[in-house]
């Protein structure tokens, strides 16, 4: 149980457009939903913490309008990075959680973002 | 949340017991201590918490020291597929926000 899944698992993109990718909890109903995002040989940086039907919590230097993230049900999260430029090449990273009390994520197997 | 340290990375041959260090010797008395993991280009997996008392689940041990400054996590017969970084973190039940430091790189050998 506890599965979260990302689509798509790669993107490649020209520098200028947007790319949207989504994070589904499949076998549970995910009261938050949270956005990492990991730099080659980095640790993960959280970006940005969503609950369902409400505006999401962006970490400081997380531009909000550069990074949209819509959560509009309890079982589906997307990330739209927009206007895409190479410098926001990295691995998105998605978790949810269905609990408020523990800490308990459960991750997504995350989506490669290139950008050309 | 409190500030762990771990080792940047280990070995441990196939088939031992892989003990992991974190020290978080600023962990406040309602911290909980977290352990994930992340194998290479793969979303982390929840491992293990505790408090005060040692913890056990099909994955690890979890031994917590008495003051709660240090903790060991404990894969008792490692595998090829336990090679990942593990991460440990301190937070308060019910934060939420998992911050991940840097965390151990941890290499089983055959």
Redesign the interface.
């Known amino acids: 149980g506890a599965v979260?899944s990302?689509h798509p698992s790669w993107v490649i993109c020209k520098s200028g457009t947007s790319v949207k990718i989504e994070c589904r909890s499949l076998d549970f109903q995910a009261t938050?939903m949270?956005w990492?995002r990991q730099f080659p040989k980095q640790?993960?940086?959280?970006m940005a913490?969503s609950n369902e039907g409400s505006k999401a919590t962006y970490e400081q230097g997380v531009e909000k309008d550069k990074f949209l993230i819509n959560h509009a049900s309890l079982t589906l999260s997307t990330l739209t990075v927009t206007s895409a430029h190479p410098e926001d090449s990295s691995?998105y990273?998605?978790?949810a959680?269905f609990s408020?009390?523990?800490?308990?994520?459960?991750?997504?197997?995350?989506t490669?973002l290139t950008v050309l | 949340d409190a500030k762990t340290t771990q080792p940047t990375s280990m070995d441990c041959a196939e088939g031992r017991a892989a003990n992991l260090p974190c020290n978080h010797s600023t962990i406040s008395g309602n911290e909980y201590v977290y352990w994930y993991r992340q194998i290479h280009s793969q979303g982390p997996q929840y491992i293990i918490h505790g408090l005060k008392n040692n913890e056990t689940n099909e994955m690890a041990s979890l031994i917590i020291t008495e003051d709660r400054k240090s903790s060991t996590l404990i894969l008792p017969h490692a595998t090829l597929r336990d090679t990942a970084v593990y991460y440990c973190i301190g937070i308060i039940q019910g934060a939420q926000k998992l911050v991940f430091g840097q965390g151990t790189r941890l290499t089983i050998n055959p």
């Open positions: 979260v990302q938050t949270f990492y640790s993960l940086m959280l913490t691995f990273i998605c978790s959680s408020t009390t523990y800490n308990e994520q459960f991750f997504g197997p995350g490669r």
